[in-house]
Nanobody, 116 residues
Framework: VQLQASGGGLAQAGGSLRLSCDAS????????MGWYRQAPGKERELVAS???????DYADSVKGRFTVSRDNAKSTVYLQMNSLKPEDTAVYYC???????????WGQGTLVTVSS
């Protein structure tokens, strides 16, 4: 199983970044794909997720600024991050939840740094 995340880096406040995560080798059907983040000294939190039917969920702090999408054929999930703020600085982790056994898989994390 491999979840390969890319697209992190340095951005200025107000700028944009796009994260991608390619999932491969997963032995179960993918139900939900999404992104979590963990800032220094804080717990990991859900940023955004999307289920196989297309329904999405966002943290209140990113609503209206971030957009999650997925390509089911490629098992790829994206996170378009606009209007970035310094408080968005964190390591972002790709997450996949499968069915029917609810097995979850995590990517290695990609660092997003937003400067003021």
């Amino acid at each position: 199983v491999q979840l390969q995340a890319s697209g992190g880096g340095l951005a200025q406040a107000g700028g944009s970044l796009r994260l991608s995560c390619d999932a491969s080798g997963i032995p179960f059907r993918i139900y939900r794909m999404g992104w979590y983040r963990q800032a220094p000294g804080k717990e990991r939190e859900l940023v955004a997720s999307i289920v196989s039917s297309g329904g999405t969920d966002y943290a209140d702090s990113v609503k209206g600024r971030f957009t999650v999408s997925r390509d089911n054929a490629k098992s790829t999930v994206y996170l378009q991050m606009n209007s970035l703020k310094p408080e968005d600085t964190a390591v972002y982790y790709c997450n996949v939840l499968t069915t029917p056994y609810s097995v979850a898989y995590w990517g290695q994390g990609t660092l997003v740094t937003v400067s003021s």
